[in-house]
């Protein structure tokens, strides 16, 4: 489903900007911050169901799509506001766009790793240290322009600022999308 969602967004960057918003380079550095995140995961914590659970791809497709839609608008919409409220060039918008990728994974991994809120389970150890290391590497690689153009600190900051928001968000759909789906 990311790649999908990855695919979708060039195609989104490439009407707006005319231009691919991620380079190879920028895809290698988004699929390594993903996966070391997603390897993390196997050390969370999890409450188990009280029944049985007997999976059914399809609501687990469709509470996917859900989600996946809501990520594209996210990272859209950071690429919208770099380009028209910004005026950001093309490379300094390739920058946006991988970090707001991996800021906005961070917030959806946090938000669906759970079927009740957020905050309801508190995260292991090793998930909350691999976000941090993943925020503090794209961060640093961004802001100091490794294999990347530079952004300033505040846009950096405010893309932070906005994964949080849009996180917040995105839990605030997920109780009533995973009702309606007999996901919870």
């Not at 999890?46 to 996210?74: E, M, Q």
């Not at 946090?110 to 905050?119: A, C, D, E, F, P």
Request: contains cysteine.
């Amino acid at each position: 489903m990311k790649k999908i969602l990855q695919t979708l967004l060039l195609a989104v960057g490439l009407v707006m900007t005319g231009h691919a918003v991620l380079t190879p380079m920028l895809m290698v550095i988004v699929m390594l911050s993903g996966d070391f995140l997603a390897m993390s995961l196997t050390t969370d914590r999890v409450r188990p169901s009280i029944v049985p659970n007997s999976w059914n791809i399809g609501k687990i497709t469709s509470a996917g799509v859900i989600f996946g839609v809501c990520f594209l608008a996210f990272s859209a919409a950071l690429l919208w506001f770099g380009k028209f409220q910004l005026h950001l060039g093309i490379d300094a918008l390739r920058t946006l766009s991988v970090v707001g990728i991996v800021f906005g994974s961070q917030a959806t991994i946090y938000v669906i790793r759970g079927r009740q809120h957020l905050w309801g389970l508190r995260p292991s150890l090793w998930l909350v240290l691999s976000s941090v290391v993943d925020i503090l590497i794209i961060s640093t690689l961004a802001i100091y322009g490794i294999a990347m153009a530079p952004l300033p600190v505040v846009i950096v900051a405010g893309e932070f600022a906005a994964a949080i928001v849009f996180g917040a968000i995105l839990d605030v759909i997920k109780i009533p999308v995973f009702a309606r789906l007999c996901i919870s």
